[in-house]
Each structure stands twice: as structure tokens, then as C-alpha cells.
């Protein structure tokens, strides 16, 4: 019974092609989040969606692109990768974003790695 | 914009040995604070968090946190550590108002020595 699941765990690509990670949480939860971890296990916010409604748009790159077909799912599409992208991201999802005060609940992490 | 400091990137210390993470944060406005803990190869999970009230929290393994305003701190303790306590450790910053958005801190790696 995974709270927040990610696929795929490890994605392997060659530098400029396209690639999407899939996001679920199943907590009944209104917001999830897109973080990019990076090397250095440092953590970043890149998107984050409310009821399907994106609510933080971090200064990423426009070739990255979230969407969201219903509240349960966060999906993340990025075109022409590039060297950079690697990274571990973190899917996550809390109960309502306006309630800053809550906890965040984490996905396993997809490890991409752009060759 | 609200920050976080986490000072050390890696702590060692023996097993059943005290541990002091620390942690110092920057905000002009009413703040909420967080430790997370990420152990090898999974996503984050929530350790304890301050809201209000009382200054010292605590987890339900052992750890423990204390906000003080005035040093703008939230230090991570605990008194005897395990082997399996060996993981990153993250804090984080939230502010009052507004949509939820999370400053991590750069975290501690926590390493037990047996």
C-alpha cells in the first residue's frame, strides 16, 4: 500500500531525447510536488500543483513540463535532456497546500541519468 | 524568502554516543520548522516538526528537537544513537500564509560507527 509512488525508479537516456516520470499518491491528498535532488543531496522545489492547478513554478527551465490529470497523479515531461538533468527527483504530495504547517509525504525517488 | 543552515555536512559518531544536528534558519515572518530524514536510497519522511506552543519536540524514536527563537535555531538531539539511525538528515522551513513551499537545508549526513 504505497502512499506515494514514482515510475521508473532509474531512467538511463542519452543526452536530447524526451523522457516522463509518473507520479500517484493515494492519501486523498489536494497538492503534490516535483523536487529535484541533486549531487550533493541538495533539495529543490520545481513545481507544485493544487487540485490539478499548478500554484509554484520554480525557475525551471520551460523544458520541463508538469501535468496533472486529476489530483491523485503528477506527472513530469522533459524534452532534449541534457547533461545537468541528472538528478534524483521526489515526487510528494501533502493534504493542502494553503495549511503550510503539513507534512509532506515523499515518492521513492527516479534516479535519471543523462549520458 | 525564508533560509536554512545546516552547518555540517557530516556528523560521525559512535554507536549509544549523544548526537547534536544543528540547524539555523532565516525568516522575517512567523515561521514552522521540520526535520526530515532520508535513509539510503528512499525519499524523504518526516521526523518531527515545531508549529507552536511548547519549544521541545520530540519523535517517537528517540529524537528530539528544541526552537529557540531568539538564536533562530532548531537543533536536532539525540541521546544515544543506533546503527540504524545512520541517514541524511534534513532540515526545513516553512512560512504562515501563502501556498506551502518548503526550504530544505543542505542536510547532515548522520554516520553511526559501530
Known amino acids: 500500500d504505497t502512499a506515494v509512488s514514482q515510475t521508473p525508479k532509474y531512467l538511463v537516456t542519452q543526452m536530447g531525447n524526451d523522457k516522463s516520470i509518473k507520479c500517484e499518491q493515494n492519501l486523498g491528498h489536494d497538492t503534490m510536488y516535483w523536487y529535484k535532488q541533486d549531487s550533493k543531496k541538495f533539495l529543490k522545489i520545481m513545481f507544485s500543483?493544487?487540485?490539478?492547478?499548478?500554484?509554484i513554478n520554480e525557475t525551471v527551465p520551460n523544458r520541463f513540463s508538469p501535468k496533472s490529470p486529476d489530483k491523485a497523479h503528477l506527472n513530469l515531461h522533459i524534452n532534449s535532456l541534457e547533461l545537468g538533468d541528472s538528478a534524483v527527483y521526489f515526487c510528494a504530495s501533502s493534504q493542502d497546500a494553503s495549511a503550510t504547517y503539513n507534512e509532506q509525504f515523499f515518492g521513492p525517488g527516479t534516479r535519471l541519468t543523462v549520458l | 524568502a525564508q533560509s536554512v543552515t545546516q552547518l555540517d555536512s557530516q556528523v560521525p559518531v559512535f554507536e549509544e554516543a549523544p548526537v547534536e544536528l544543528r540547524c539555523n534558519y532565516s525568516?522575517?515572518?512567523?515561521?514552522?520548522l521540520f526535520w526530515y530524514v532520508q535513509y539510503p536510497n528512499q525519499g524523504l519522511q518526516l521526523l518531527l516538526k515545531?508549529?507552536?506552543?511548547?519549544?521541545l519536540v520530540e519523535s517517537i524514536n528517540g529524537f528530539e528537537a528544541e526552537f529557540n527563537k531568539s538564536q533562530t535555531s532548531f537543533h536536532l538531539r539525540k541521546p544515544s544513537v543506533h546503527i540504524s539511525d545512520t541517514a541524511e538528515y534534513f532540515c526545513?522551513?516553512?512560512?504562515?500564509?501563502?501556498?506551502?513551499?518548503?526550504?530544505f537545508g543542505t542536510g547532515t549526513k548522520l554516520q553511526v560507527i559501530p
Open positions: 526545513a522551513v516553512t512560512v504562515s500564509g501563502g501556498y506551502q513551499k518548503v526550504t
Open positions: 525568516s522575517s515572518v512567523s515561521v514552522y
Open positions: 500543483y493544487n487540485n490539478k492547478e499548478l500554484i
Open positions: 515545531y508549529l507552536s506552543g511548547s519549544t
